[in-house]
């Protein structure tokens, strides 16, 4: 049993067979809001991994008034990103301009 925050779907890799949400909810920091298709996604996806002992996974929530929103959480396809761009911060640019005076 591991009990954890959404912060388990940030990539770690676990031989996990069933995900439970205990709550569908969580704090942005500054209101309680449900939790996205993208989220849910990540999170369920902690479980069944290829190369573990479970291949397949499951996923269910402990209330049962969550059921129908996770349902549409793992059917809703997520687009796939077609182009991403970062900005950088005045401290990279006063970075980036000294570097190109002392070169």
Request: proline residues 7%; positive net charge.
């Given at each position: 049993v591991l009990v954890a925050s959404d912060a388990i779907g940030m990539g770690m890799n676990l031989s996990i067979k069933r995900i439970i949400f205990n709550s569908m909810f969580k704090s942005n920091g500054e209101s309680v809001v449900r939790l996205?298709?993208?989220?849910?996604?990540?999170?369920?996806?902690?479980?069944?991994?290829?190369?573990?002992?479970?291949?397949?996974?499951?996923?269910?929530?402990?209330?049962?008034?969550?059921?129908?929103?996770?349902?549409?959480?793992?059917?809703?396809?997520?687009?796939?990103?077609?182009?991403?761009?970062?900005?950088?911060?005045?401290?990279?640019?006063?970075a980036f301009s000294e570097a190109l005076e002392t070169y």
């Open positions: 996205g298709h993208s989220a849910v996604k990540q999170i369920a996806g902690r479980a069944g991994r290829r190369n573990s002992p479970y291949p397949s996974g499951e996923v269910t929530c402990r209330d049962p008034e969550d059921v129908e929103h996770l349902k549409r959480c793992m059917a809703t396809d997520i687009k796939m990103i077609e182009s991403a761009g970062l900005l950088p911060t005045a401290k990279h640019i006063e």
